[in-house]
């Protein structure tokens, strides 16, 4: 009798240990979904504003690597 206990007790520590992976990936798909839909929200906000800037007014010089690295407002892109 304490046998069938003990493995009814173990088959529900396994269906919580499912549960909470299902859980968390079932969270994490939400996330990337929701990345996925502002990407594409920013990426047709940003191809619908105006350029305000040249290309060259965005280039600095990387003296490390010799080679002009895009830098907006102080960034280094």
Do not use: W
């Not at 529900?12 to 939400?30: G, M, N, P, W, Y």
């Not at 502002?38 to 990426?43: D, F, H, Q, W, Y």
């Amino acid at each position: 009798m304490m046998n069938i206990e003990a493995e009814v007790r173990d088959i529900k520590e396994h269906i919580v240990e499912i549960s909470k992976k299902i859980d968390e990936l079932l969270q994490e798909r939400e996330t990337v979904s929701m990345v996925k839909l502002a990407e594409r929200s920013l990426s047709r906000f940003v191809e619908s504003e105006p350029d305000i800037y040249r290309i060259e007014d965005l280039k600095v010089r990387d003296k490390r690597r010799g080679r002009s690295c895009p830098r907006v407002g102080g960034i280094r892109l």
